[in-house]
């Protein structure tokens, strides 16, 4: 099989049908005539490709291509990505520049051959050339795998990745399947695979295309909250990724059935197709919330009547009806999931309950989704909580990336009771690996608000646990008399209802801005945040008061509120450290969250007194120093943990002066502002303004268009996701499933 060179200098004809090219392509030698599938050519992009010459009885010579590939080594993009990322020690983005410029398509040859050329550009001297060298020497390997992979839009980091998975057979690997890298690699998806095998000439229909298409469609309905899909939606969710006919796709579903990728369960009249793990997962909540609620448990032998007057008489409370009833459910044994709204003393009653058990020598265990709302929950109760992923004792695979957690039926949790807060945020996944963790004969307390925004992942655990009649509930729905006096809690309860809101009452904790552009709410926002509120209500204007929105894009999206809010909140100054990364800008000072779970992150205090590992999403932090020269950003978070994070690393973090209202559910902040402007109608929901409402302790500022928040309060309909827990639940109850 012949190989040329070449740059396409002219694209004469594309069938975007079946991606069928002709096209011409030049090099210093000649200019030909090329043809075949080729349908993410471009005019200007540097290629080789392989296959043979053939001879068309009009056209004369051409030549008939069989693979084509870009020309990576001479690509400016893919040798800046490289020198950029870090993974040459002494050239960052700047220096990376400086020798590009200097040496253009012949900087790796420059590097490789005659180094002590390096010295021609300004900042390089002998010492730096030889700390260039050796790190050129020490990642061979990856440097060509980087260089090779970049112009696909793979970072430096996932790289790295498929260079420890294939090692020096990485671009082998790739060429014969590209595939292998959704399948392989978390963080690469169907996309960018078939990015690269369009480029390298894969046919559209082959099998390992069409497997992944579906798998990805899967994929990407977990990020709607699906379980499932129905079998006639995936497959025309398929087809439209694929864009290849229904009947190849339906062939293909049943072989990675087959292949016991996906479960295919039958319902009523569908057919459900699940990915293993949330099959695996759905199934094994109904068996654990059954198993756990039908055990026997120890009688504690205590009059609950009197325990409670005890509690009230040391607390100098007095607990309402259904806070009763949910002291003696959780008392009495089995699952009970205890749900309100705020101000209806959710607290109190966890609180009564956990020193009810602990007076009879029970050991209680607390924990919640997030770090944030574990340390609340810590805070209200006086009593350690821990983090779902810390309780069940997260960690990895000897020799493998893979988390999993040492806590299961083998290992059980420790406790007589686990009371679990925040269940709104729980998705399938994890609340399998708690209940498996949980032994028989435990009290398991679920505790959660239904009306706020389910989990980012998949499924719908607490409504679907609450929807089957199955767990013992209780609904907390007495707002006290001290709540009252609150308009967030009392607009809370009337945005659930309903019913319009008590707006800009005098003296009173919640206020609507009227304004009716986007230019106009945002500086509205930035001089609420900046000034007024900072300077009438004595805040400190970057850890008191949190801006929420709705969505990531537009004038009024996160994206663009963090840019606008910097400006103002953390200016830039001579003495303050920057760095760009991502076309962004980070700066000493800046107010920054976690936005994944990485429980291997370490931390130690200023002073190295106390130290540590864990740093979840959500988290929000400050940074603290910029260490250029090492390429470091340090941020503290709680004011006293400092996390380093490589410059690689810098992914795991988002600018939050504003974030989402997803992001912030579990947290509280003193003071909360909100857009209140377009947005799809999925965004203009009950639950969303909920939400958002619910994180204010102190103070709620809304600013915008009125109408918008009307529709909000109006629109009830949720999202619907597709999920069978209830009815998986009912059915196995029912049927006795777990009796035999």
């Not at 010579?61 to 690509?75: G, L």
């Not at 339906?250 to 459900?272: F, R």
Request: net charge neutral; charged share 30%; with cysteine.
């Amino acid at each position: 099989m012949e190989r040329i060179e070449g740059m396409v200098s002219d694209i004469v004809f594309k069938n975007e049908d079946n991606g069928y090219t002709i096209a011409h392509l030049a090099n210093e030698k000649d200019e030909v005539v090329i043809v075949g599938c080729m349908p993410t050519l471009a005019i200007g992009e540097s290629i080789e490709v392989q296959g043979k010459w053939v001879n068309h009885k009009t056209y004369g010579a051409q030549f008939e291509v069989n693979k084509f590939m870009p020309v990576t080594p001479s690509s400016l993009e893919g040798i800046y990505v490289y020198l950029s990322s870090g993974m040459i020690h002494g050239i960052g983005e700047k220096m990376a520049k400086r020798i590009i410029d200097k040496f253009g398509v012949n900087t790796l040859e420059v590097i490789q051959n005659t180094p002590e050329r390096l010295e021609e550009v300004e900042g390089v001297g002998k010492k730096k050339v030889k700390q260039i060298v050796k790190s050129y020497e020490e990642n061979r390997d990856l440097r060509n795998i980087i260089i090779e992979l970049s112009p696909y839009g793979i970072t430096p980091n996932y790289c790295l990745k498929i260079y420890k998975k294939y090692k020096n057979k990485a671009i082998d690997v790739i060429n014969q399947n590209p595939y292998r890298l959704a399948e392989d690699i978390r963080g690469i998806g169907f996309k960018i695979a078939d990015n690269i095998a369009s480029k390298i000439g894969i046919d559209k229909h082959s099998k390992d295309r069409i497997e992944q298409g579906i798998l990805y469609a899967l994929h990407q309905s977990l990020s709607n909250g699906n379980t499932y899909l129905p079998k006639h939606i995936l497959i025309e969710e398929s087809s439209k990724i694929l864009d290849i006919k229904g009947s190849i796709i339906e062939e293909c579903i049943m072989g990675l059935a087959y292949d016991q990728k996906v479960h295919i369960e039958k319902s009523k009249d569908n057919y459900l197709v699940y990915l293993i793990p949330y099959y695996i997962s759905e199934n094994g909540v109904c068996k654990q919330i059954i198993k756990l609620s039908q055990c026997e448990f120890e009688d504690l032998k205590i009059d609950i009547e009197k325990e409670i007057q005890v509690v009230e008489k040391e607390d100098d409370i007095k607990l309402a009806q259904n806070q009763i009833l949910a002291v003696k459910e959780a008392i009495n044994g089995g699952v009970v999931i205890i749900t309100g709204g705020p101000g209806t003393g959710k607290t109190t009653t966890i609180n009564t309950i956990i020193k009810i058990f602990e007076n009879n020598n029970k050991e209680v265990v607390l924990a919640a989704p997030t770090g944030r709302a574990a340390k609340r929950m810590s805070e209200t109760s006086n009593k350690e909580a821990k983090t779902i992923h810390r309780l069940l004792e997260m960690g990895y695979a000897t020799d493998s990336e893979e988390l999993l957690f040492f806590k299961d039926e083998e290992d059980p949790i420790k406790a007589d009771v686990v009371i679990l807060d925040e269940v709104s945020m729980v998705d399938i996944l994890l609340m399998y690996s708690l209940l498996r963790a949980i032994k028989p004969g435990t009290r398991v307390i679920l505790v959660g608000d239904s009306d706020q925004l389910p989990s980012v992942g998949a499924g719908n655990v607490l409504k679907d646990m609450i929807d089957s009649d199955v767990i013992n509930v209780v609904r907390l729905n007495e707002i006290f008399r001290q709540a009252q006096e609150s308009m967030i809690v009392v607009n809370a309860h009337r945005i659930n209802n309903g019913e319009p809101l008590h707006l800009n009452s005098k003296n009173k904790d919640f206020f609507f801005i009227k304004k009716n552009t986007n230019e106009e709410i945002l500086n509205e926002i930035i001089g609420l945040v900046n000034e007024r509120l900072p300077k009438f209500y004595k805040l400190d204007k970057l850890k008191d008061i949190q801006v929420l929105a709705s969505m990531r894009k537009g004038d009024l999206g996160v994206t663009n509120l963090n840019t606008e809010l910097q400006k103002y909140l953390n200016k830039p100054d001579k003495f303050k450290v920057e760095e760009n990364f991502a076309k962004r800008v980070f700066r000493v000072g800046d107010k920054v969250m976690q936005i994944k779970n990485n429980y291997t992150k370490k931390w130690e205090t200023e002073d190295q007194s106390d130290s540590g590992e864990g740093v979840y999403n959500g988290d929000i932090g400050y940074i603290y120093h910029i260490e250029k020269d090492k390429k470091i950003v340090y941020v503290i978070f709680d004011q006293i943990k400092i996390v380093s994070y490589r410059y690689d690393e810098l992914d795991e973090l988002d600018h939050s002066f504003c974030t989402t209202i997803h992001k912030s559910q579990g947290s509280e902040f003193p003071v909360v502002v909100i857009p209140i402007t377009w947005a799809p109608p999925m965004l203009l929901s009950r639950n969303l303004i909920y939400t958002a409402v619910t994180r204010a302790k102190k103070l709620v500022v809304l600013v915008g268009d009125v109408k918008y928040l009307e529709y909000m309060i109006k629109n009830n309909k949720t999202n619907e996701r597709y999920s069978n827990l209830s009815e998986k639940l009912i059915k196995f109850k029912k049927e006795g499933l777990l009796l035999k």
